[in-house]
């Protein structure tokens, strides 16, 4: 299998960045880790060998990025309002750097996925970035950034909160781009996200926008053992 690493000095962070790469080609996912998470974190709980059959076959290319998460929205010894800018400097990170070096890679349409905090990155990006990707896969995912800014809000907040803009959004544009994507919300029957999961899909149909909020059953819970059989099933 083709495993990459790369790592260079980030003008919209300010500070390096690292990520892996596998696969030599096919559908690009851009994964997120979990809740201040590491780069090497999905290649290290099992998620690349799960589904090394895509990777081996030239079916599929994963991009593993870096958090910040530590810097932003878990940064409690800095003012919410830093918090969510920071975060924005991470949109423009993954949009204007991380995006390129993919296409110089592989084409077609790319999908975003992540684990837990990482389900949040991965629907947070793809629908406030509708025109870049066509799909993404939260396993586990919480959608709700309010608890991380102490009663704070402001635009930053706003337009990186699913469960606020989501509802809010009124542009065509968006919610026909939102229509055409595949969005795919999975979870289990004792999974803590699971009344997560089920609000984000409330939103998602109140806007006619389709996808599969998908329930696991037998125990299944919030954990790297079910995620690793999700990956096998979603991408």
Known sequence: MNREYHKWYSPSLHREMELLIFGHGGAPVLV???SKGRFFEYEDRGMIEAARWKYDGGGQMAVCVDSVDAESWYNREAHPRDRALRHAHYDLYLTT???PLIRTRTGGPLTT???SFGGYHAVNY???HPDLVSGCVSMSGAFDIKQFLDGYYDDNCYYNNPVDFVPGMTDSWYLDQYRRMRIVLATGERDICLGE???MSGLLSAKDVPHWLDVWGNGTAHDWPWWREMVQ???
Do not use: I, Q, S, Y
Request: glycine share 6%; aromatic share 12%; charged share 30%.
């Open 97 to 99: 750097e991380v995006l």
């Open 113 to 115: 996925t992540g684990c």
């Open 126 to 128: 793809a629908l406030r």
């Open 32 to 34: 997120f880790p979990t």
């Open 197 to 199: 999961n089920r609000r």
């Open 233 to 235: 099933k979603f991408l």
